[in-house]
């Protein structure tokens, strides 16, 4: 607040610009996820069948329509058969693999792995968005949740808090700071998003690092960059090949540019500077704006919200319509982030589960008798 960012108790209402402690799907210390929402009250209903691990192979069709599923199990393969539609919902990664495997997409892609065209739609796999994400560290003199779990003996007394009283470090979501924020004075709405943690590490799953830290992720909410995906082989098994091309587009460079510096603004307010050792990562040594571009390329990842590679809309890249069935076929919706025709300004989990309630609606208003 003291760099002019104000407090917003709640960025999910009508105004989004400001600083607030991050909103979470959370029940009694766990992530209150779909699967528990939304599935788990409904396996008893006798009209539900769930078979996980489970790998889809190839939709069926029969024509143009989609008459059913081969997947593997085990080391079975097996099919179910529909008799109004199959629902798609694999994912910004997986639905647009799983069309492809299955002969919908670019016409060149799928002759060259050797898959017989079903309906040519260039779109599949295209457009992919993803938020990325600038990570600054700063040592601090303060301990940090770091000092909490840089030990396996630490680590034990993290996992016993958390399985007997359903408190510590491990009911926290994955930040805990929330802040939508202009990059700069000539922007019209927030454009950039903080997630910001009281620890850090290299990578995820790497592990804490062994000093007391903090992490300032800044990510692009609308960026302008575009990547894609592609398979490799007719092989379902094998992982397909996605190309992010993260900062292709030049007008994004501006944006992390400025992300950065004001990373480092947040960090000189009076109530956090007294208590930062140092930049850790990038480094100090990073000034110009060409050497801050050159800091956002090395240290940054996915922050995790691939979507719009089956994109929603009536032009020649649109993969479905606005009621989510697929292009030029019959029987076969896309329901999942890769309809987004642009990424949302925000985190995706939310926004993707009103696209499943939304087209929840509309699957049961098309196929009422």
């Keep these: 607040m003291q760099t002019g960012i104000p407090f917003n108790e709640d960025y999910n209402a009508a105004q989004q610009e400001g600083v607030a402690y991050f909103q979470q799907t959370a029940y009694k210390g766990f992530r209150w996820s779909t699967a528990k929402g939304f599935l788990k009250p409904a396996r008893k209903r006798p009209n539900l069948t769930v078979a996980t691990k489970a790998q889809a192979m190839q939709i069926l069709f029969e024509d143009n329509r989609a008459i059913g599923l081969k997947y593997k199990r085990g080391n079975q393969v097996l099919q179910v058969k529909v008799k109004r539609e199959l629902i798609l919902s694999a994912g910004a990664i997986g639905s647009p693999q799983i069309l492809q495997l299955s002969g919908v997409g670019p016409k060149a892609l799928l002759d060259k792995v050797g898959i017989p065209l079903v309906n040519e739609l260039p779109g599949v796999g295209r457009n992919l968005q993803d938020h990325l994400q600038i990570r600054l560290v700063f040592k601090t003199s303060q301990r940090t949740l770091n000092d909490e779990v840089n030990s396996i003996f630490k680590q034990a007394w993290v996992g016993l808090k958390f399985m007997f009283t359903r408190t510590g470090p491990l009911t926290l979501a994955a930040s805990q700071v929330a802040i939508f924020t202009n990059s700069n004075p000539n922007v019209?709405?927030?454009?950039?998003?903080?997630?910001?943690?009281?620890?850090?590490?290299?990578?995820?799953?790497?592990?804490?690092?062994?000093?007391?830290?903090?992490?300032?992720?800044?990510?692009?909410?609308?960026?302008?960059?575009?990547?894609?995906?592609?398979?490799?082989?007719?092989?379902?098994?094998?992982?397909?090949?996605?190309?992010?091309?993260?900062?292709?587009?030049?007008?994004?460079?501006?944006?992390?540019?400025?992300?950065?510096?004001?990373?480092?603004?947040?960090?000189?307010?009076?109530?956090?500077?007294?208590?930062?050792?140092?930049?850790?990562?990038?480094?100090?040594?990073?000034?110009?704006?060409?050497?801050?571009?050159?800091?956002?390329?090395?240290?940054?990842?996915?922050?995790?919200?691939?979507?719009?590679?089956?994109?929603?809309?009536?032009?020649?890249?649109?993969?479905?319509?606005?009621?989510?069935?697929?292009?030029?076929?019959?029987?076969?919706?896309?329901?999942?982030?890769?309809?987004?025709?642009?990424?949302?300004?925000?985190?995706?989990?939310?926004?993707?589960?009103?696209?499943?309630?939304?087209?929840?609606?509309?699957?049961?208003?098309?196929?009422?008798?």
């Design 188 to 369: 019209e709405r927030p454009d950039i998003q903080f997630h910001m943690q009281p620890l850090s590490a290299d990578k995820p799953g790497d592990g804490a690092h062994k000093f007391s830290a903090f992490t300032s992720s800044v990510c692009q909410l609308r960026p302008h960059s575009r990547g894609y995906l592609e398979i490799i082989s007719s092989d379902p098994m094998k992982y397909p090949a996605i190309h992010p091309n993260y900062l292709s587009d030049e007008r994004d460079h501006q944006v992390a540019i400025d992300g950065i510096k004001t990373a480092r603004r947040i960090a000189e307010a009076d109530a956090l500077a007294p208590h930062i050792i140092d930049e850790y990562v990038p480094g100090r040594q990073f000034q110009t704006s060409e050497e801050l571009l050159d800091a956002a390329r090395r240290y940054s990842q996915t922050i995790y919200h691939p979507t719009s590679t089956c994109k929603m809309g009536d032009d020649d890249m649109a993969v479905v319509d606005e009621r989510l069935r697929v292009h030029g076929l019959q029987g076969l919706r896309v329901v999942d982030a890769s309809i987004m025709p642009e990424i949302v300004s925000g985190n995706t989990n939310a926004p993707t589960i009103m696209i499943a309630e939304k087209a929840a609606d509309m699957i049961k208003k098309d196929n009422r008798q």
